[in-house]
């Protein structure tokens, strides 16, 4: 069994809405930005069933657009934790029920805010979890970064040839992610930044699977007006 588990519990402080909406439910082409990325789940052939981690008082209407959309993959909506983990630590638990006894189930944790991905690249996450138990989607890192420390000064430049920059999905089998979450939780470990930082610094194995550089995160307007072109430039290609 393969599920998504789309988490969507922030509120976007940086989007600067006036009436605060939360960003995963700006419009884009009349249509919310989270319906974007869940139909893109949703008309994939081989996932099985969606989790949706959401502000608690917004799963009304995400069980509004779920019946208006015709999402029907969705099986369970949750409510999100006080942090990014916490809320994908919620869906994973969803995401568990949903298995069953399935010890082989595939989950791609998913930002719901990141909809420029499609079918292939979901296809590729699934198949190289199948092969090497995890997939972190990335892509090639275009200019060069440096590290630093808490005063500014420059302690390392990673050569730009091995770096890259992790987005989502982030795929794993199930069981894998979700005893290092609990292990974490239970460590006082809740507010990692993503599912493959968590992995790593329980040293799980790591492997990558290349995405687009189109594959942003909506956070800022920037983002916002970025998508709205995409979208609106893939759509006049169809």
């Known amino acids: 069994?393969?599920?998504?588990?789309?988490?969507?519990?922030?509120?976007?402080?940086?989007?600067?809405?006036?009436?605060?909406?939360?960003?995963?439910?700006?419009?884009?082409?009349?249509?919310?930005i989270i319906v974007h990325t869940i139909e893109i789940f949703q008309?994939?052939?081989?996932?099985?069933?969606?989790?949706?981690?959401?502000?608690?008082?917004?799963?009304?209407?995400?069980?509004?657009?779920?019946?208006?959309?015709?999402?029907?993959?969705?099986?369970?909506?949750?409510?999100?934790?006080?942090?990014?983990q916490m809320s994908i630590f919620h869906g994973l638990e969803a995401a568990e029920k949903i298995a069953?006894?399935?010890?082989?189930?595939?989950?791609?944790?998913?930002?719901?805010?990141?909809?420029?991905?499609?079918?292939?690249?979901?296809?590729?996450?699934?198949?190289?979890v199948k092969q090497h138990g995890s997939a972190i989607t990335s892509s090639e890192a275009k200019e060069t970064f440096v590290l630093v420390d808490d005063a500014g000064e420059v302690k390392q430049i990673p050569s730009r040839a091995h770096s890259k920059i992790a987005k989502a999905p982030q795929s794993f089998y199930l069981e894998d992610i979700l005893k290092i979450q609990?292990?974490?939780?239970?460590?006082?470990?809740?507010?990692?930044?993503?599912?493959?930082t968590l992995m790593s610094m329980y040293h799980r194995p790591l492997s990558v699977v290349m995405g687009g550089y189109d594959n942003i995160k909506i956070t800022t307007p920037d983002d916002y007006y970025m998508f709205t072109a995409l979208y609106k430039s893939r759509q006049k290609k169809v």
């Open 1 to 32: 069994m393969n599920i998504a588990v789309i988490f969507a519990g922030g509120m976007g402080t940086r989007m600067n809405t006036s009436d605060k909406t939360p960003k995963q439910f700006l419009e884009v082409c009349g249509k919310p």
């Open 43 to 84: 008309n994939t052939s081989e996932i099985d069933a969606i989790v949706v981690s959401c502000i608690e008082d917004w799963i009304p209407h995400m069980k509004n657009l779920k019946e208006k959309y015709h999402l029907s993959k969705i099986k369970d909506i949750v409510p999100g934790g006080e942090t990014g």
């Open 100 to 128: 069953g006894k399935d010890k082989k189930a595939i989950v791609l944790i998913h930002d719901g805010v990141r909809p420029v991905i499609d079918e292939d690249l979901i296809l590729r996450n699934i198949e190289n």
């Open 182 to 196: 609990r292990l974490a939780i239970y460590e006082g470990v809740t507010d990692a930044i993503d599912s493959c």
